[in-house]
């Protein structure tokens, strides 16, 4: 009975957290533009605007609602308190560690050697241990159909992966130009230290989502042979990766993105019915745009292009300023220089 114990509170560990994004509030709707601090600096946010900690509002429920005392005594200096209570507390550090890397291996050794330390194993059983268990998560996905949810268990993270970029996100309260600044710095320490393109795409797409303020940021692939762009990579407002399956042909007539790939130029479109790119439509653009409002840049490796980046607002009501529109084609030719020189040394 304590094994089901321990698993349901570990299940119910952030239940304070969930439950308070789970209502609708003028609260949560204000904490809800903060998403793109790391997460310590959120949590500290979240704690000066409510007045209290999530873990604080977890034990007030867990107590309300009569759930396990394991559950309510997890959140209260859990390091001095039981086997299982510790065990509790590891398993969220863990879970958290793996989803978001902390700034350095040895922090995240540590995570690993106090659960070792535990659960009486080495650290490289522990680790064999986790990924048989992410395994078995994503074969249970795939059972009950959720496919798409695999790429949300991720692995145990790599060298690589820790102080990434993607986790030094902007500082709350300063500017734009110098939260983009901070970006071209960290994609330039990027450039030093990894050749993985993917991880380039992925950290411009979501800075320009969260420093710039479009509501979504997408890369788009060129496939010639079939005379098309496919999303290949794409995130929302808040900074996650999102599905957006979506193909624009380029060669079948002039449109905007044949436009774009011709030029070879950034591109914005603060309303596509206006004389200057009503011409340039096609079925499908009308479609990806719809009621908002677009820009486009190329991505090039060695002056080749390769794909294109479009960050778009989903609502015409916001325009896409020249300010805006600058500091995003800033970002993309300082990803080009920094994919330019990964593949010279390749």
């Known amino acids: 009975m304590i094994h089901k114990e321990v698993y349901l509170a570990a299940m119910l560990y952030h239940i304070g957290e969930t439950a308070f994004w789970s209502m609708p509030s003028a ?11 790391s997460e310590a600096k959120f949590q500290k946010k979240c704690q000066s605007e409510l007045g209290f900690k999530f873990s604080e509002l977890s034990s007030e429920l867990a107590e309300a609602w009569k759930l396990s005392d394991l559950m309510v005594k997890s959140q209260d200096q859990p390091e001095t308190r039981s086997v299982e209570i510790q065990a509790i507390f590891l398993a969220n550090e863990l879970s958290g560690s793996i989803s978001t890397p902390p700034s350095s291996k040895p922090e995240f050794d540590n995570i690993l050697k106090r659960i070792s330390r535990l ?39 790599n060298k690589d ?6 986790e030094s996100t902007p500082y709350f309260g300063i500017s734009k130009e110098k939260a983009v600044l901070e970006s071209i710095r960290k994609l330039s320490e990027l450039a030093y230290k990894s050749n993985d393109i993917n991880a380039f795409l992925n950290y411009l797409l979501k800075q320009t989502t969260q420093v710039i303020g479009f509501d979504r940021a997408s890369f788009w692939i060129i496939n010639k042979q079939k005379g098309v762009v496919q999303a290949r990579s794409t995130f929302d407002k808040n900074g996650y990766a999102e599905t957006f399956n979506r193909i624009v042909p380029f060669q079948n007539g002039m449109n905007i993105v044949t436009h774009v790939i011709e030029v070879d ?41 390769v794909g294109i980046i479009s960050a778009q607002r989903l609502s015409n009501s916001e325009q896409i300023t020249e300010d805006d529109f600058s500091l995003f084609t800033f970002l993309v030719e300082h990803l080009n220089l920094c994919l330019s020189l990964i593949s010279s040394r390749k």
Not at 27 to 37: D, G, P, Q, T, V
Not at 130 to 152: D, H, M, P, V
Request: net charge negative; with cysteine; aromatic share 10%.
């Open 161 to 166: 992966d820790f102080g990434s970029p993607e």
């Open 265 to 305: 130029r950034p591109v914005l479109v603060n309303d596509y019915k206006c004389e200057e790119w009503c011409h340039y439509m096609s079925e499908e653009l009308e479609q990806l745009i719809a009621t908002g409002v677009i820009c486009f840049a190329t991505v090039k490796i060695g002056g080749k292009i």
């Open 119 to 157: 659960m009486k194993l080495s650290s490289e059983e522990l680790q064999v241990n986790i990924e048989q268990t992410r395994e078995l998560a994503i074969n249970l996905l795939t059972n009950y159909g959720a496919s798409i949810l695999q790429k949300r268990i991720k692995s145990i993270p």
């Open 27 to 37: 609260e949560a709707n204000k904490l809800s533009n903060y998403f793109y601090l």
